[in-house]
């Protein structure tokens, strides 16, 4: 018994001494971040979205392809970028809209966390166009989170960024999509919601080259709404709005003869992000 047990020790000794911990390769680190932050095509087009909508554009047109599994491209008007602020976009945690720990309490864009682009470039192959106003169009190229060209370029003003083969170097990833229909649900569901936050915003969405949305810029919410529901959902709806403590609350609500059972028809915007919270959806139910 005694030789058995020193046997044993001695194993286990060794099994503890031999290197558990390792520190992941960064290709390894993008993709699990990836997870995080990319779930399906329509959370590419929301950040990409979201980056523009932070750019200040006045023009977003979102180009789909095989419901996103095989072209994203999302071009705008907006501000662009220099080719030193392109290449340091697909950095890790490189952001243009924070400095320091105060910022983090007065946060008044969409996305400021600085890992979209890394992210979903670690798990497709992306070509980004872009120019500022006092610098010459920048081209890059990407593959697997890795830069393969950056070049001086022709372009307009602003930003247009392709997000190719999404999901192909992650196949459990891409297997778990749904069909095109789905997909595409979702991906308009994103475009209407930051619509009506940006009314201000020209908006398209296609796929396949199909026209599916074509939003015209307008200053009124009543407006924007109607673009997307028609004439027969705001006949039914009712202009609401109130201010308390420093909070103002807008919108419309439906006709207690248009109401449906369920609460998923609720869309709330805080500060002109779409959010999802049970506390404020139960009480405006």
Do not use: C
Not at 73 to 92: P, Q
Not at 173 to 188: A, G, P, W, Y
Not at 212 to 222: F, G
């Amino acid at each position: 018994m005694t030789n058995l047990f020193l046997i044993y020790h001695d194993f286990y000794v060794g099994a503890l001494m031999s290197p558990k911990i390792n520190i992941l390769p960064d290709t390894l680190i993008n993709k699990i971040a990836a997870g995080e932050v990319v779930e399906r095509p329509a959370s590419v087009v929301k950040e990409l979205v979201e980056n523009s909508i932070d750019a200040k554009s006045t023009e977003i047109f979102v180009d789909i392809i095989n419901a996103g599994r095989k072209l994203i491209r999302i071009s705008d008007n907006g501000e662009g970028m220099s080719r030193d602020d392109a290449l340091t976009a697909f950095e890790k945690h490189a952001t243009s809209k924070i400095n320091k720990e105060a910022d983090l309490f007065n946060i008044t864009t969409l996305g400021f966390r600085g890992e979209a682009l890394p992210s979903i470039a670690s798990i497709s192959r992306i070509r980004l166009i872009t120019r500022s106003a006092d610098t010459a169009g920048t081209l890059i190229e990407m593959e697997e989170g890795k830069v393969k060209k950056a070049s001086e370029t022709g372009a307009a003003a602003g930003t247009v960024i392709e997000v190719f083969d999404l999901f192909y170097n992650t196949p459990a990833r891409l297997k778990f999509l749904k069909s095109d229909n789905t997909e595409m649900s979702h991906i308009s569901a994103v475009i209407n919601q930051q619509a009506i936050a940006n009314p201000h915003i020209h908006f398209r969405l296609t796929n396949n080259k199909k026209e599916l949305l074509n939003l015209s810029s307008t200053t009124d919410l009543y407006q924007r709404i109607y673009q997307i529901y028609g004439e027969d959902f705001m006949n039914n709806m009712l202009s609401i709005s109130g201010k308390e403590d420093g909070i103002n609350i807008y919108g419309f609500v439906s006709k207690p003869s248009f109401n449906r059972a369920e609460r998923n028809h609720i869309d709330i915007f805080l500060n002109k992000r779409y959010i999802k919270n049970n506390v404020i959806t139960r009480a405006v139910y």
